[in-house]
C-alpha cells in the first residue's frame, strides 16, 4: 500500500508565528463542523505570552485561521496581580506552556462548559472552560506549578477532579496531585524515588484493581493505586521508555514507546514494586519502525497506533493487523 500524505491545514500569513517552537497541541470540539486545534508554544521571559496559547478553527484542509489568543484574551482579570502584564493586557502564563490536556467527558460534577483545557508552563498551571459552539475558552482556575521545573503531561483523570503532572521533582518528592474542584491546590503526591517522568496516564477500568496511575520515568514505569496516593504498587522495567498510552478495546493493556518500538503489556501480568524486578512481562504484541531516532510519543484511537520520533517522524500502524500502514517525514512529506 502506498503511503498518502495527511491532510495539512495552511494558515493565512497574519496568523503565523515565525520562529516559535510547538511544544504541544491537542484537538477539541467546535460548533458548526469544525474542528478546533489548541497550539502550545514557546514565550520566554520577555517573550510574546499572548501568544503562549493559540485557538485555531479548521474547517478544510485550505482553511486554517487563528481564532483566539487563549493566554491573554481568555484570561481572568480577577487573578491577574502583576505588574509585568503586556501593554493593557493581563496574562496567565508568563513562560512557554509545554503541555496541555483537554476533556469533553470526564468534568468536574456541576461543570456549565462542554470542555476543560488544561495548560502548564515553568511555575504556573491553569484550568480553562470551553464551549463547543463559539470555539472560544475562559480561566477558571490558576495555580503555582507543583514540579520543579517545567511540565512534561498533564493529565485529567476520570473522576472529573483530579490533575497528575508530570515533569522534574526533588529526589523523593513525588509526583503532584491535584484537585481542580479547590483550584488546582495540591492533595497528595504519588511515591516516586526518581527525580523526574516523562508521561503519565490513568487505566480507570483495569480488571482487578481501582483506577491506576502509570509514569514513564528512566528504563522503567511505575503503577500506582489511585486511591492510596502513597508508594506504586506494580513497576514495568523497560529500558528507554519515553512515553506511554492506553488502548480502547482493552482496559488493560498499556503501551509502551521504548527505542525504536511500541510495545503492548497487559497491567495485571506487570511485577509487584520490588528493585529486583528488572525484566519486563512478556509483549503482547510489538510494533517496530524501520531504523532510525528513538520514539518519544504515543498515542492509539481505535485501531489506530500513532507514534512520533525525535527527528519529526510520524508512523501508523494498524493495531488490530499488527503491521505499519504509513510513514511520513516532517521534511519530506509535509
Known amino acids: 500500500m502506498t503511503a498518502r500524505a495527511p491532510c495539512v491545514y495552511s494558515s493565512p500569513a497574519p496568523a503565523v508565528l515565525q520562529d516559535r517552537w510547538i511544544y504541544d497541541v491537542a484537538a477539541y470540539t467546535v460548533g458548526h463542523g469544525e474542528l478546533g486545534l489548541v497550539s502550545a508554544q514557546s514565550g520566554g521571559w520577555a ?182 496516593c502513597t508508594a506504586p504498587s506494580l513497576r514495568l522495567p523497560l529500558a528507554g521508555i519515553k512515553a506511554m498510552a492506553t488502548v480502547d478495546a482493552d482496559p488493560n493493556a498499556l503501551l509502551a514507546a521504548a527505542g525504536g518500538a511500541v510495545l503492548a503489556f497487559d497491567v495485571r501480568k506487570l511485577p509487584q514494586e520490588d528493585p529486583k524486578a528488572r525484566t519486563p512481562p512478556p509483549a503482547l504484541a510489538r510494533f517496530e519502525k524501520a531504523a532510525g531516532a528513538e520514539l518519544t510519543r504515543v498515542s492509539a484511537m481505535g485501531a489506530v497506533l500513532v507514534a512520533g520520533d525525535r527527528e519529526g517522524g510520524m508512523h501508523v500502524w494498524d493495531l488490530s493487523a499488527g503491521h505499519l500502514r504509513a510513514c511520513y517525514s516532517s521534511s519530506r512529506d509535509i
Open 47 to 228: 517573550g510574546e505570552p499572548e501568544n503562549s496559547i493559540r485557538l485555531w478553527r479548521l474547517s478544510s484542509c485550505e482553511d486554517a485561521r487563528l481564532h483566539m489568543r487563549l493566554n491573554t484574551e481568555g484570561v481572568d482579570p480577577a487573578a491577574e496581580t502583576r505588574p509585568w502584564a503586556v501593554g493593557q493586557d493581563a496574562f496567565c502564563h508568563r513562560r512557554g506552556v509545554h503541555a496541555l490536556d483537554y476533556s469533553a467527558g470526564a468534568l468536574p460534577p456541576g461543570w456549565a462548559a462542554p470542555g476543560l483545557l488544561l495548560s502548564g508552563s515553568e511555575g504556573q498551571l491553569a484550568a480553562w472552560a470551553m464551549d463547543s459552539q463559539s470555539g472560544r475558552g475562559r480561566e477558571v482556575a490558576r495555580a503555582a506549578g507543583a514540579l520543579d521545573g517545567i511540565p512534561e503531561r498533564l493529565r485529567l483523570c476520570a473522576d472529573g477532579a483530579s490533575v497528575v503532572c508530570a515533569g522534574r521533582v526533588a529526589p523523593g518528592r513525588g509526583l503532584p496531585v491535584l484537585d481542580l474542584r479547590a483550584g488546582l491546590a495540591e492533595v497528595c503526591r504519588l511515591g516516586l524515588k526518581p527525580d523526574s517522568a516523562t508521561d503519565i496516564l490513568e487505566l480507570p477500568h483495569a480488571q482487578g484493581w481501582g483506577p491506576l496511575l502509570v509514569a514513564a520515568t528512566a528504563n522503567r514505569a511505575y503503577v500506582w493505586d489511585r486511591r492510596t
